[in-house]
Every structure is written in C-alpha cells, then in structure tokens.
C-alpha cells in the first residue's frame, strides 16, 4: 500500500493475560455491537426473530463473506485484490455462454471455478511475476474483466439456466439451513484453521509485516502471494455461481461495487488495511453485523443507495474511531 | 540514442498516439483532419483537468477514487442553483461549485491528513458517500436540458478564437498545473513528498498538510468539471460519470505518473488522457462495439504500469537488490 508510516512502533513493556485481551480486542466489540443490532432488531419488528425471515437475511452477507475470507488474508499479506467483483460478473457470463451452448450443471459450475481461478492466476502473474502493485493492476483487472462481459453481452441478458443449477442460490440442506449458509460456515471454518493454524497462515502474516524480513526467514513470498490471488480468484468463481443460480440471470453490471463491500467487511472485521494483522472470526462477525443492518434497514424500507452511504460511512469510522480512541487514552494517560 | 528516447515516457507517449492516429488514418483519413481533433481534444478536455487533479494526488503517494462521485455532486449541484436561481451568473455558479469540490477534497485530505486513515479506504468511502448524498438531494430525481437555463447550457460549447471555451478552460488549466507543480513550493512539495516522506520532514515540509492540498487541489478541479460535465452534457442525475475515477487513474497511470508516488509530470497526464480520448473518439469510427472500450482501457492500464515499472526498476535501490528481485 502507498502510505508511509511515519511513527515508531510502541513496543509493549507488559504484556496482558489472555482473558483480558480477549476482553479488550476489536472481536469483543463487534459481537456487543452484533448482539444490540440483533436485539434492536427484533424489537423494531416482530418478523425479525422467524426463523425462516433469519433464514431469508443471511442471503445478504453469504456470498460477499465467501470472497471476504479470501481478501482478509490478501490485505494481511499487505496487498488488495480490486477485481473481485468484476470476476464475479465474467464469470457469471461464461456460465451464461455455456448455458447458450446446452451445457448442463456440473459443467456450469465447472466454467465458473474455472473462470475464477483464471482470473486469479492472471492477477497473481502481473503482481508476483512482474512486481507490480496490486492496486493498480486490479483496479485495471477490474476493468478488465468486467469489460469482457460488456463485449459478451453489450446491453443483453442470459437467462434459461437449468433447474438443478437453481438449488445453489435457493436450496436448503437441511430445515432453514440454506446452502449458501452452511458453504459460508463451511468457509469460515476452513479459513480459520488455514490463517491460524497453519504454516501458511503464519507465512502470510510475516509477509504482511516485513516482507523483506519474511523472505529472509525462508518464506517463499511470491508463492504465497500467488496463492493468495488464486483464492480469491476461486472464491468470487463460487460467489458468482451462488450469486446467478440465486438470480437466474446475468447482465454484464452483476455484483457492481461490491468490492467496496467486500473490503469494508473485511475492515470492519478488524484486518488493518496496511497488513499484518486481522482473524477470520472478525470478518465472520463483521459480516453478520453488515448483514443484519441492510436487512433491517431492508425491513424499513430504507432505499439501497442510502444504504451504500451508511457502508462507506462505517468504513471511515472504524477506522478512524480506534485512531481517535487511542489518541485520547494516550492524552489520559500523559 | 533509441533506448534513451524510450525511456522518455512523454515522447513514448506522443510516438504512441502518433501511431495509433496514423493506423486508423490509413483507413478513415477524415479521421486525422484538424477539425476533427480539435474535436477530439475537446471531447478529452474534462478528462484531463481530472487527470491533472488526481496526479498531484497521486505524486504526494496517495491515490482519489471519490473524484468521479465529487464531479457528479458538484455537477448535480450546479443545475441544481442553476434551476433555483436562473439569473445566478454562470461564473459564480463554476466559483461555487469549484468552492464545494475543494471542500469535498478537503473531507479527504483531513481524513488522510489528520487521521492517518490510508488514502485508499477513505476515497472509497467518501465515493460512496457523495454519490449517497446526490440521492438524498434529489431524491433520485433527474434535472433535465429543459430545465437549465441557456447560458448555464451554452458556456463550454461557446467559439473563442475557434475553439470551444471547454477546450480553452482546459488549456488554462494546464498552463496553471505546469506552474504550479514546477515553479511554486507546493508542486515542488507533491514530488517530495512522494519521492521520500521522511527526508521531504527533514528538509522541513509538512508531508500531511501537504497531501491534504493535493486533495483540495483535485476536489476543486472535480468541481469544475462538475459543472463542464453536466452543462455539456444538458442532464444531470445520481449516476453521471460512474466509474469514470478509473479512467482518470487510467490516464495518469498511461500517462507514467508512478503510483509509488514522486514521477511523473504534467505533459504525462495530458498525453495519458488523450491517449484514451483518442481510444474512445476511434472505436465508433472503426467500427467496433463502445461496450469495448472499459476491456481496453483496463489491458492499456495493465500494459502501462508494466512498463513504467520496468521503467522504474533500473534506478531501484542496490542495497536490497536481491530482496526486490523477487
């Protein structure tokens, strides 16, 4: 990222105990702050606390939260993927094509793994393998990829997916268990064990901190770096598999602007947007958080464009109100 | 003599238009006459006032994706004092919504500024931010050509000295960017803030504040165009210019303005934005679909920053040599 940190790092003198940091970390806030949207919520309507209406509200967040896994590790890694959201619509398009051509489902899902991946590799390739920054060659990936599904359908449609290919944005494993929802906790789990339990977890950590430090200690960084974009390339191919069986069409403006979303979940989870530093339980409460708000402001009747004003209204404060909270312990404490 | 002249990045650019205007001369020669690159410039001019504004931003190591969302405020403001006050002066509606932009951008650069919130997240919220706001001022409501005033409409379309006003504000501004960012402090400031931070403290400027002028600075020109876009255009509503921050970040980075920070000069995002405006005005005429044109500007962004960066590479630090060649 280009931003020059300008202040010397504090280096503790004592550390805490582990019940008093849990106490005090950013993960803590966030389940009081999900537990009173939850309350206010289903005090505000009585249809909030139905099961099938809870249901209902986690199609909000799922399919963002799938790529948010993937980005939180890449902006810990000290980079951003920007194309997300285009991958989502090039790949949606490809299903779309093949759809035309009679291709049936297991194909379909196929096309758009593989069209994700691609995406990935191709992001991953100009970073690692050229050396460029990842925020300008995304920002013209997004461009990119989302342009080819302009040239594809111009100002068209694909429609007439098959019925099977219906069950992964509308089907249920079990009760009001969608299977977006149990692929997201599925998810969760794994990026979990992967960012805090693994050998790779650590290696992306390092290179977040000190990529010159983490090379030295024998991480191989472009490799994981490749990895990384890979994931996300993998993960917005599901999203968009889940995202057009869900709407059973594709128009090339699928999915606009959820990048911003994307990396204010990931944000709003904790992840410092210079690297690092960040856990997957954040983003996972970050993403019930963003959820249950645009549900309930859904169940106001709040338009969606007030809606995007209240998200990059959120981006801006939590990460300025924990500048500004220290700021003020620190004038406390002198 | 042929290396030396390649790593000049403006002259690449000029060699690069050159060709692409002289491929599509060979078929469509009407396309090269004066007039229609005139027209052609013209049609360019509110990109790169943009793209003057986004550079210095972007030499002083910061980057604003919120200018496009900032000209669609401003712009939707203008008609808006425009139908509210018809006999309102047209150059007091442009100081007014140059005023606003500038406040807009100063939003940014105190976030940048005073908060140390990275550049990135910050534009981003703000973009999503005064797109909202446009909605909530109008409801979502459109404010049609009918509506605008004739003078309000006709400004930019004005011949003076046979080029429309629109053609003419953006060579002022350029002729003012080339003296800012060459023979004032503040310009000399945006490259060493980017160049190095720590010794830009050292030899006594203010890294901060100075960013948050590059804000102010690119707020102000989203303002102007603004208005140019909206009385060019003759509409004005929540979505004009969506997505346009990309090609602005597109005509600086062609331009060779590196996104490191510190390289890059004037004639660069000039040439940068007339490269696409060149792109954009020849896809109609050769006869390819305009649903194109974001494929392309994204390919020409990618190729773009491979080169600068090769560019950039030689002169890399030789301390770490072996950890940058990674």
Redesign the interface.
Known sequence: ????Q?SPRTIPDRLQGRSARLLKSWEALLVVVATAIFLGNSLASPYFLDPWNLSDATFNFTEKAMIAFAMALVIISGE?DLSVASIIALASTAMGYAVQLGLDTPALVAIGLGVGLVCGAVNGL?ITG????S???T??????????S??V??DQAFTGYPESFAWFGQGYVWWVFSFEFTLFVLLAVIYGVLLHKTNFGRAVYAIGNN??AA??SGVR??RVKFALFLMTGLMAGLASICLTSRLGSTR?SIAL?WE?EV??MV?LGGVN??GGSGTIPGVVLAALIMGMVTFGFGLLNV?G??M??F???L??SV??LP??WQRARRRLSQ | MMAKLLKNREILLVVAIMVLLAVIALRFPGFVAPANLARVYNDTSILIILALGQMAVILTRCIDLSMAANLALCGMVAAMLNTAFPGLPIPLVIVAVMVLGGLLGMVNGTLVWKLDIPPIVVTLGTLTIYRGLIFLLTDGKWINAHEMSDAFKALPRQDLAGLPVLSWLSLVMIALMFVVMGRTPLGRAFYAVGGNPHAAIYTGIDVGRTRFFAYCLSGALAGLSGYLWVSRYAVAYVDIAAGFELDIIAACVIGGISIAGGIGSVAGAVLGALFLGVIKNALPVINISPFAQMAISGTVIIIAVAVNARAERRKGRVILKKAEAV
């Open positions: 990222m280009a931003h020059a300008l951003i100009l050229l050396g460029l920054p925020i300008v060659v920002i013209g990936t997004m461009s990119l990829f989302r342009g080819l302009f040239i359908l111009g990529q010159t090379l030295f960084v472009a090339p602007g911003l990396v204010t944000v947007i210079l338009p464009i007030v995007s004003i998200i990059g209204l981006l801006i990460i300025a500048i500004l």
